[in-house]
């Protein structure tokens, strides 16, 4: 048995070396199977809704998904949403959506127009705005902003910043990131459930207000935030991605191994989540292999996916 396996190692490597179109289409083959099998739907349910995979435990329509608060809707139009939310991508720990923006605008009477951002989850779901990957901005000549949120046990977490430049120089709000004058950004608490984003004015913007009429805030995906000019884009100021980390159930590794619903598959490492005073656990491949931890084979070796 042995020497048949060893065999038939090295004619499959010979056929390769032999037939380099015939190695390359293997190859893609392969890499395509590991990439469908990672964005694997459970079977029989709809594998995307719009240009979005839907992999497990996340799922469309009953009975797709681990359940309902990873059951993502899809509308007529495509358009997958969660929460109410556009959803813009899905990995085997987080799930990125569209957040809204706050703004508070000033005329040259002072009156001022404002919209308040707030973003809630229903208490029992497995989910936290990933505090490694948010941060709160703040984008303003003559503003602090501050969001009022809660974790999973009811405790209140408070963020703040404030935001000004110059009145002279015009090119406050034109760098790169958040530079310091004309934008400040901060951490977000970590285990936040929600949140409510508010603005104020330090002057009324009566200073600024031949360069800064508008002041922005919100809680979103630091890296896609690049240029203070990204405000200027109308669909940029009405949402803006935000990243949320997910668990499944409320019980720790050890307690869920012994259970009829515990997900993790072959060739996956168990880990306990530790976002905030949030329960439950997370599925991934181990090292070398390549697959969806949470759904049925589970996660698969290159090697064997060559010989089979």
């Known amino acids: 048995m042995y020497l048949h396996a060893v065999l038939l190692l090295f004619f499959s490597r010979l056929l390769l070396l032999a037939q380099p179109t015939l190695a390359k289409n293997i190859t893609a083959n392969i890499a395509n199977k590991t990439y469908t099998g990672f964005l694997g739907a459970k079977p029989g349910c709809q594998q995307k809704c719009g240009n979005l995979s839907v992999p497990y435990p996340f799922g469309i329509g009953a009975d797709c998904s681990f359940g309902p608060p990873f059951e993502i809707s899809c509308s007529n139009t495509s358009e997958p ?112 459930k929600s949140f409510n984003v508010s603005l104020l004015s330090f002057d009324n913007h009566s200073q600024v207000l031949s360069k800064d009429k508008c002041s922005y805030a919100f809680v979103g995906e630091q890296d896609n935030f690049l240029y203070l000019s990204d405000l200027s884009n109308s669909n940029f100021k009405n949402r803006v991605p935000i990243v949320l980390d997910y668990a ?23 880990s306990n989540n530790t976002d905030g005073g949030s329960e439950g656990y997370r599925c991934s491949c181990k090292d070398g292999y390549k697959g969806n931890p949470y759904l049925n084979p589970g996660c698969i070796g290159l090697l064997l996916a060559m010989l089979f």
Do not use: H
């Not at 005329?107 to 936290?128: C, E, I, K, Y």
């Not at 404030?162 to 004058?181: A, E, L, R, W």
């Not at 619903?261 to 996956?268: K, V």
């Open 248 to 270: 499944i159930g409320n019980k720790s590794c050890v307690e869920a191994q012994t259970s009829t619903e515990y997900l993790c598959q072959l060739n996956t490492s168990c």
């Open 81 to 192: 949403s969660l929460g109410g939310l556009k959803v813009l991508s899905i990995s085997p720990t987080q799930v990125r959506l569209q957040n809204f923006v706050a703004s508070r605008c000033y005329d040259q009477a002072g009156n001022v127009s404002t919209s308040s951002a707030w973003a809630q989850l229903p208490a029992d779901w497995p989910f936290t705005f990933s505090d490694e990957v948010n941060k709160f901005t703040v984008v303003s000549c003559d503003d602090y902003g501050q969001t009022l949120g809660y974790s999973q046990d009811g405790g209140i977490l408070y963020t703040a910043c404030g935001s000004v430049c110059s009145i002279s120089n015009s090119t406050d709000m034109t760098g790169v990131n958040c530079p310091g004058i004309g934008c400040c950004q901060t951490d977000i608490p970590k285990g936040l």
